[in-house]
């Protein structure tokens, strides 16, 4: 793991007021350049910056396999990708962590058989957090794991979108199968982050906070049975609850 994080001096306030040095997550802002265009910006968090590319660039229909994928650069404030096949794709402007804009998409319903325990989902979270080294340090990102039966895949990153589009990449590059891999993460369950399971074909997702109405709607439509509120050894199956054997 690169860099995530940066000593500063902070004054603490309980009761009374103390300076002290604190661990604040990095971020910074990069542009995503496809055949010297570029296709969109954002902000998100310095490492595993080749798992992002590759995860974005699939979740978002750009590529359908990394053979698509000739070169990956990374500048300092660029990533230049050279695709095989490139027709001037609408461009994504995304320039916040929840800004995040979609191309109109057309889904197609998940195909898959995967069935989890609910004992494995409460397990998988734990192990989430266990996991998540920046945010234990600084609280200030949010972490997506991808899971199958011999893998635990963890990524962070200061955008719950990235974090996703990074553990996606690095199922990619390790050639998973996503129709039996659930996703376990932090963060709120909205239809943009569907979408990206949807577009891989991952059937479910798992989080500990809520969902949104069009969120629902997105897994409802493609087949993604959707988790959210676990805490204490309970949580909210919102639809397809068939895949948890509970």
């Not at 309980?14 to 040095?21: F, V």
Request: glycine share 6%; hydrophobic share 40%.
């Amino acid at each position: 793991m690169g860099k995530m994080f940066k000593k500063t001096m902070i004054i603490k306030v309980n009761h009374q007021a103390r300076k002290l040095e604190d661990l604040v997550a990095l971020d910074m802002k990069m542009e995503l350049m496809v055949n010297g265009e570029k296709l969109g910006k954002f902000y998100l968090s310095p490492d595993d910056l080749e798992d992002f590319t590759l995860g974005y660039l699939l979740d978002e229909r750009y590529i359908k396999s990394q053979d698509d994928v000739k070169n990956i650069e990374i500048g300092p404030e660029s990533i230049q990708v050279l695709l095989k096949n490139y027709d001037n794709i609408k461009k994504d402007d995304l320039a916040c962590y929840d800004g995040w804009f979609h191309r109109d998409q057309i889904l197609t319903p998940i195909k898959s058989e995967l069935k989890v325990e609910s004992e494995k989902i409460l397990q998988a979270y734990d192990h989430l957090i266990e996991k998540a080294e920046v945010w234990s340090k600084t609280g200030g990102t949010h972490v997506a794991a991808l899971v199958d039966k011999n893998h635990f895949i963890v990524r962070e990153d200061v955008s719950r979108h990235v974090a996703v589009d990074k553990v996606i990449g690095a199922g990619l590059r390790k050639d998973l199968d996503f129709s039996v891999c659930f996703l376990v993460c932090s963060g709120r369950i909205p239809p943009d982050r569907v979408v990206k399971l949807a577009n891989v074909g991952i059937p479910i997702m798992v989080t500990k906070a809520a969902p949104t109405v069009e969120g629902l709607k997105i897994g409802d439509v493609a087949g993604i049975t959707l988790v959210g509120f676990l805490r204490n050894g309970r949580f909210n199956i919102y639809t397809h609850p068939h895949r948890i054997i509970i």
